[in-house]
């Protein structure tokens, strides 16, 4: 088992930025994918941005240029850097540990054991 606690969302304009932190309880799933999922209002969650066992990124096509996502081990903090936002973006945001990816016709989910935050709500206002 594994513990994720986020923060960070909150409201912002389009064109502005946020950053979103996600502590974990333990580092023993280093095997697995981590990173960040988000589900807008009536839609499926969805893949945002997540690290590989070996360190590669996978993104969303909708947030290649604007997203980073950079992790301190030494912590077990992940973070997601977020910019130019737009009003497509506002869901609530999850940090999770997968231990598989699933392709998807929008993207990428999580799939096999899972671990989830609470989640943070972002709304970007036009």
């Known amino acids: 088992q594994v513990q994720l606690a986020e923060s960070g969302g909150g409201l912002v304009q389009s064109g502005g930025s946020l950053r979103l932190s996600c502590v974990a309880s333990s580092s023993d799933y280093n095997d697995y994918y981590t990173g960040w999922f988000r589900q807008a209002p009536g839609k499926l969650r969805e893949g945002v941005l997540v690290?590989?066992?070996?360190?590669?990124?996978r993104y969303a096509d909708s947030v290649k240029g604007r997203f980073t996502i950079t992790e301190n081990s030494a912590t077990n903090t992940l973070y997601l850097q977020m910019n130019n936002l737009t009003p497509e973006d506002t869901a609530m945001y999850y940090c999770a540990v997968a231990q598989r990816l699933l392709g998807t016709a929008r993207g990428f989910v999580a799939d096999g054991i899972q671990f989830w935050g609470q989640g943070t709500q972002v709304t970007v206002s036009s």
């Open positions: 690290i590989g066992r070996d360190g590669s990124r």
